[in-house]
C-alpha cells in the first residue's frame, strides 16, 4: 500500500491523459454527481455530500474538502462503457445505389481507452456483470468490447454510505475488493488530505509508479479500516438475501404485486438509473429526403408495454406483472441465468423512483404476505 497527496492525485490523473486515456470521473452538474471528462482534481465534487432516500436527491456543502465525500451518483460508469443510444448502420442512397456504413463497432473505441475515476465498489461489481453478460456469453456484445478494451479503472472506497444504499447486504461493498487497477480510500483526520492506494494489478503498479507516493504508514490503514468499518454500520438500506430467490418464485401470485402496481408509474426510471441493467430495442430512421437511413440501438425497460410485444400482444400489459418481472429478475432468476445476484445495492432505483418505491421493503414484505389461493394469472 502506497500513499497520495492531492497533488499525488492530480499527479495520477496526469498520468493516465499522458498514457492516452480519457480520463471519465464524478463531476457536479445540474445539481447532482455525473460522470464527465476529467482534467484536474477541480473537476472533482470538492467539499460536496449528497443526501439521499426514497424519491429524494440533495446536494449538500460538507464541512470538509473530501473529493468523494458522496454516495452513488445519478449514474454509474455505465453509459460511458454501454450509452444509452449508439449508432449500428448508417445506409445512403445515391442514385440508384444505395451503401451502408456498419463501422459502428469500429468507431466505438474512438473516444478511449477509458480511465474511469471513483469507481465505486457497487459499480465496480455492476462492471463484473456486464463482463459476463456482453462478454462472455456466445454472442459478444463488440461495441461494448470496443470501449471496455485497455479500460483503466480507479475504484474508491465509499466512505460515505447514503440512505438508499444497501451495498453490505449484497456482498458488494464499501470497500473495492476485485475489478480495479488502483483503488483509493481518501483519509482527511489525524493529518493532511491524503489517499491510501492499492495496486490491483501490474498495470496499476505500472502506472502508480510513474508517480509521487509514500509508504502508507500503520495508522493510515488503520484508519481505512475505520472508515469502512463506519460505512458498513451506517447504510440507508438492508436487504435480507437468505433464501429470496425461493422467495420471490413462491410469490408470483402475491396480492402485494397490486399494491406496489397502485403506486408505480412505468416511468422507467429504476432500470434507466440501474448500473446492472442492459436491455436494449432498436430504432430505424431516416431523413426528410429518405436518402439517409439509420439504425440505433437505445436502451429500453422491462416497464415499458412494448417491451413484452409479441405476436400481435403484450406478455405484461398490467404494471403488477412488469414490477413482478424486474424484482425478480433482479434478485432471483438472474442468479438462475448468471450465475449471480442482478442487484448490487447501490440504491439508485430507491432514490430516483419518484413513486418512492423501495426494492428492500418490498422484498420484506414478501416475506410474510400471505401465500394466495392457486389459480390466478
Known amino acids: 500500500m502506497r500513499v497520495l497527496d492531492l497533488l499525488g492525485l492530480q499527479g495520477l490523473i496526469d498520468t493516465l491523459r499522458a498514457r492516452g486515456y480519457a480520463v471519465v470521473g464524478p463531476t457536479v452538474r445540474d445539481g447532482a454527481i455525473v460522470h464527465a471528462p476529467i482534467a484536474t482534481i477541480d473537476d472533482l465534487p470538492r467539499g460536496w455530500g449528497d443526501d439521499q432516500d426514497a424519491a429524494h436527491y440533495r446536494l449538500r456543502r460538507r464541512a470538509d474538502d473530501a473529493l468523494f465525500g458522496f454516495a452513488a451518483g445519478a449514474q454509474s460508469p455505465k453509459p460511458v462503457l454501454f450509452p444509452a443510444e449508439e449508432l449500428i448502420w448508417r445506409g445512403r442512397r445515391t442514385g440508384e445505389e444505395f451503401t451502408v456504413n456498419e463501422d459502428g463497432a469500429e468507431r466505438a473505441g474512438d473516444e478511449g481507452p477509458y480511465a474511469l475515476l471513483g469507481v465505486r465498489s457497487c459499480d465496480l461489481h455492476a462492471l463484473a456483470i456486464h463482463d459476463v453478460v456482453l462478454l462472455g456469453r456466445d454472442h459478444v456484445d463488440v461495441r461494448y468490447a470496443a470501449r471496455r478494451a485497455g479500460a483503466f479503472v480507479v475504484a474508491v472506497t465509499c466512505t460515505a454510505p447514503g440512505g438508499t444504499c444497501f451495498c453490505a447486504s449484497m456482498g458488494t461493498g464499501p470497500r473495492p475488493d476485485a475489478g480495479y487497477d488502483l483503488a483509493l480510500t481518501e483519509l ?66 402475491s396480492p402485494r404485486w397490486d399494491d406496489v402496481a397502485s403506486l408505480c408509474l412505468a416511468c422507467t426510471n429504476c432500470t434507466l438509473v440501474c448500473p446492472t441493467c442492459f436491455c436494449t430495442s432498436v430504432e430505424d430512421v431516416a431523413d426528410l429526403t429518405g436518402d439517409v437511413a439509420e439504425r440505433r440501438r437505445v436502451w429500453d425497460s422491462c416497464f415499458s408495454e412494448d417491451f413484452s410485444y409479441i405476436h400481435g400482444g403484450a406478455i405484461r400489459p398490467e404494471i403488477r406483472s412488469r414490477y413482478r418481472q424486474w424484482i425478480t429478475h433482479k434478485l432471483a432468476s438472474w442468479q438462475d441465468q448468471f450465475g449471480m445476484s442482478g442487484c448490487v445495492g447501490c440504491g439508485r432505483c430507491i432514490t430516483w423512483c419518484p413513486a418512492a418505491i423501495d426494492i428492500t421493503a418490498e422484498a420484506a414484505a414478501l416475506r410474510w404476505t400471505p401465500q394466495p389461493a392457486a389459480g390466478r394469472s
Not at 492506494?197 to 498495470?203: D, K, L, S, Y
Not at 509514500?214 to 490503514?221: F, G, I, K, R, Y
Open 188 to 253: 482527511l483526520d489525524d493529518g493532511p488530505h491524503r489517499f491510501l492506494v492499492e495496486v490491483g494489478t501490474p498495470r496499476g503498479e505500472e502506472v502508480l509508479a510513474e508517480v509521487p507516493t509514500t509508504s502508507a504508514p500503520a495508522h493510515d490503514v488503520r484508519a481505512a479500516d475505520d472508515a469502512v468499518a463506519w460505512s458498513v454500520a451506517h447504510m440507508g438500506r438492508t436487504l435480507d438475501t437468505d433464501g429470496i430467490k425461493e422467495v420471490l418464485y413462491a410469490n408470483a401470485e
